[in-house]
């Protein structure tokens, strides 16, 4: 079984800073892109940043230039730096990953998401 446990949200000032993370756990064979979305009160979930196996990067336009994402494969877990957060930021942010289990046709894995909260 896959578990992907997040951690990192809060409430914070606009302007501010968090970093969130995202591990994944249990029989993994191999883990591809991973990512994270978000969803805001009345809107639609949407894809906040995403990252290969790689070094390639995908990013919503609304938060270029101020998240980041990363990965540490060592300890299959992905980072998202937030930085000059807005108020607009506030949001459920919830990790995916691409993952084959060990027995389990490879799949999508979700975390529980955890709740970013910018406000003064």
């Known amino acids: 079984q896959v578990q992907l446990v997040e951690s990192g949200g809060g409430l914070v000032q606009p302007g501010g800073s968090l970093r969130l993370s995202c591990a994944a756990s249990?029989?993994?064979?191999?883990?591809?892109?991973m990512g994270w979305y978000r969803r805001a009160p009345g809107k639609e979930r949407e894809l906040v940043a995403a990252?290969?196996?790689?070094?390639?990067?995908n990013y919503a336009d609304s938060v270029k230039g101020r998240f980041t994402i990363s990965r540490d494969n060592a300890k299959n877990t992905v980072y998202l730096q937030m930085n000059s957060l807005k108020p607009e930021d506030t949001a459920v942010y919830y990790c995916?990953?691409?993952?084959?289990?060990?027995?389990?046709?490879?799949?999508?894995?979700w975390g529980q998401g955890t709740q970013v909260t910018v406000s003064s």
């Open positions: 995916n990953a691409d993952i084959k289990a060990w027995s389990r046709p490879r799949g999508d894995y």
């Open positions: 249990g029989s993994i064979f191999n883990i591809y892109a």
């Open positions: 990252i290969t196996t790689g070094i390639g990067t």
